[in-house]
């Protein structure tokens, strides 16, 4: 398509001109991240920017095609047994990490182990819960040796399951499962998260620079198994948490990839970017995560159904977020096979009668605009979660009268203060699934998982979660599963307010990129047009 140009846009042209070579000269394509990686160490990362870069210079026994489906990584073939409680892997031999060294069936011991040891307080260590002790291990009540994974020679690796495992293909190309060196353990041990900066690495590129706030620099590794498919000489990801500030420096030609665009840009970029703008359905739901181990929202079940109903989600997705999000009253997003999405009480009637319902509930609360709520409302630096929280708590002081107090903080201090759930009241919340299945949403909110941010407990929930875990049918685990997010949306920890589309600009000389619902775009399939 022929873009339009106007005199907004003419000052940026003679930059074009200028930087265009400086971009892509000597194979490098430059991709804006968005915030600054909370952790390079592969059991401590959680952000999406973090998970991105760890996917580029490390690799597990299955890693994401372009098309973001499993296929092998490390593994040359898994061979399923025993009612596929088994699985037996075959590593492929020509394994090296970035320094040379040999990668060996060991290295995956090694990282799982470390993965569910209770001294690492692993993020994502539950997504390992369906292997042979490790739930047992990560509480502490079981000796780690025992974890149902072991080498049987160099080559491979035996993994040994509670109980079929729909999604186990994901799990092997999650970060969580990614191998471990015993230079590295050593070196993690010595000076912390810096030495998941230095490597070795096993994935298509190795990391070779970390500027706090400028660039992460990636070059090419000639250890990778594949390096022959490996167009790009060297990847720069560029932290860039404001969208205002990255669409600026991609119109100047100083990147080929976005992470996000500007909230109410959308429109315009789409006349004016027609070609560069890529905007996706995304399996993620974005939330407001609600403190439930304290006053005032906890033990006050009428008070948070009260906030959720008084949103007008139609507005904040049209008006004020403006590209393409869908509103969300549900945690698992649409999309997901033959699962029923479940919602809260209350969610069927039109917004007036919502809005009706929740100065009800708000009364029996204990509050009115006479004597209304105040509330933190807790964010991460950021114009859309700006927005979003400006409209947010607009409309819960019109129809209802709370008085909010909107917190900012950059993002390492926002998931840390999130974490510790000590002076957080309402925070920004949203997940971002590792896989296409309910329960990776759903795990969130079991009791003991580290990242229930809310500190929601729910006998019932726990219960039923268990129950699918270990029903073997689809149809019954998928109708366990939706019982289990029905209690948990009526408890009300956490207030869906959208569901995600991945949005990106992509500079029309980037080919190999392919949209997809986890938006993932592994580099070593991107390849740059040079001019």
Do not use: C
């Not at 092997?172 to 690495?201: C, I, M, Q, W």
């Not at 096979?337 to 209350?346: I, K, L, S, W």
């Not at 590792?434 to 079991?446: A, K, M, R």
Request: cysteine-free.
């Amino acid at each position: 398509m022929k873009k339009k140009f106007n005199l907004m846009r003419l000052p940026f042209l003679v930059i074009l001109l200028l930087l265009n070579f400086s971009v892509s000269a000597g194979e490098k394509l430059v991709r804006g991240l968005g915030p600054e990686p909370d952790s390079l160490d592969i059991h401590l990362a959680q952000g999406v920017s973090a998970l991105n870069v760890l996917r580029d210079i490390r690799e597990g026994l299955m890693t994401l095609s372009a098309a973001g489906q499993p296929v092998n990584g490390v593994a040359e073939s898994i061979d399923m047994q025993a009612d596929d409680r088994l699985a037996i892997v075959h590593l492929k031999q020509n394994l090296n990490w970035s320094d040379g060294s040999p990668l060996r069936a060991a290295d995956f011991v090694r990282g799982w182990q470390r993965a569910v040891a209770p001294t690492t307080a692993a993020a994502n260590a539950v997504l390992l819960d369906s292997v042979v002790n490790a739930k047992a291990i990560r509480l502490g009540t079981q000796a780690i040796d025992s974890l149902g994974i072991r080498a049987l020679d160099e080559y491979t690796l035996e993994i040994r399951l509670n109980r079929k495992l729909p999604w186990l293909n994901w799990l092997l190309a999650h970060p969580l499962t990614y191998p471990l060196a015993d230079s590295l353990t050593e070196k993690t041990e010595a000076v912390g998260n810096a030495g998941h900066r230095n490597g070795p690495f096993n994935g298509a590129y190795s990391l070779t620079s970390w500027t706090p706030n400028d660039r992460l620099v990636l070059i090419r590794n000639p250890h990778f198994h594949s390096r022959e498919s490996v167009a790009l000489e060297r990847i720069e990801y560029i932290p860039i948490p404001n969208p205002n500030t990255e669409l600026n420096r991609f119109r100047a030609g100083e990147l080929h990839m976005t992470e996000t665009i500007p909230p109410a840009r959308f429109n315009w970029l789409k006349e004016n970017y027609a070609d560069e703008l890529k905007v996706y359905p995304y399996l993620g739901t974005f939330f407001l995560g609600l403190n439930l181990r304290q006053p005032p929202l906890a033990g006050n079940t009428n008070l948070r159904r009260a906030l959720l109903l008084a949103i007008d989600r139609d507005k904040l997705t049209a008006l004020v977020l403006a590209a393409g999000e869908k509103p969300a009253f549900s945690l698992v997003p649409p999309g997901l096979g033959e699962y029923q999405q479940q919602y809260p009480g209350g969610a069927g009637q039109q917004q007036a009668a919502r809005e009706t319902t929740a100065v009800a509930l708000y009364r029996q609360a204990g509050y009115s605009k006479e004597n209304p709520l105040h509330l933190e409302l807790r964010i991460n630096s950021s114009s859309t979660h700006r927005r979003m929280a400006l409209a947010v708590s607009a409309m819960w002081k019109q129809n209802l009268g709370v008085v909010t107090r909107i917190v900012h903080e950059e993002w390492k201090v926002f998931v840390n203060n999130r974490n510790q759930a000590v002076i957080t009241e309402v925070f920004r919340g949203g997940w971002i699934g590792d896989f296409p299945d309910p329960v990776t949403f759903l795990s969130l909110f079991i009791s003991d998982n580290v990242q229930n941010w809310s500190g929601y407990e729910s006998l019932r929930f726990n219960n039923l979660m268990a129950l699918a875990e270990d029903q073997a049918n689809p149809k019954q685990r998928l109708q366990l599963l939706q019982q289990a997010e029905k209690q948990l949306l009526d408890d009300v920890p956490m207030i869906p307010l959208y569901y995600y589309v991945s949005r990106h600009l992509v500079d029309q000389r980037v080919s190999g990129y392919s949209d997809n619902t986890l938006d993932i775009h592994l580099s070593r399939y991107l390849d740059l047009e040079q001019r």
